[in-house]
Nanobody, 125 residues
Framework: QVQLVESGGGLVQAGGSLRLSCAATSARPFSLYNLGWFRQAPGKEREFVAAIKWSGDETHHADSVKGRFTISRDNAKSTVTLQMNNLQPEDTAVYLC?????????????????WGQGTQVTVSS
């Protein structure tokens, strides 16, 4: 069982930046889990944003955020971070942190076993 709590969302103007964090609590070592960020905008399906392997040596970012968003993790602090730069109105969504022991489940299937509650990001034009 993994508990995930996101923070760092808010309201920002287009072109601005936000840094989302996700703190994990687990009976098993945090380093066993692959982590991902997803987002869901009103009336739209949930979509993959970025993922990072348990070791931290492999990341994937959705085409829509490449060059603007960066995922990273700190296994010592049991946290995963999403640095978001040059935010645009279309980035407005609830951002959710997720975890799974299987990297492909996070990146390809988009159905990780564990989810946080989400944090709202709103970008004004």
């Amino acid at each position: 069982q993994v508990q995930l709590v996101e923070s760092g969302g808010g309201l920002v103007q287009a072109g601005g930046s936000l840094r989302l964090s996700c703190a994990a609590t687990s009976a098993r070592p945090f380093s066993l889990y692959n982590l991902g960020w997803f987002r869901q905008a009103p009336g739209k399906e949930r979509e993959f944003v970025a993922a990072i392997k348990w070791s931290g040596d492999e990341t994937h970012h959705a085409d829509s955020v490449k060059g603007r968003f960066t995922i990273s993790r700190d296994n010592a602090k049991s946290t995963v971070t999403l640095q978001m730069n040059n935010l645009q109105p279309e980035d407005t969504a609830v951002y959710l942190c997720a975890a799974d022991r299987n990297f492909a489940i996070v990146v390809v299937a988009g159905t990780p076993a564990y989810w946080g509650q989400g944090t709202q990001v709103t970008v004004s034009s």
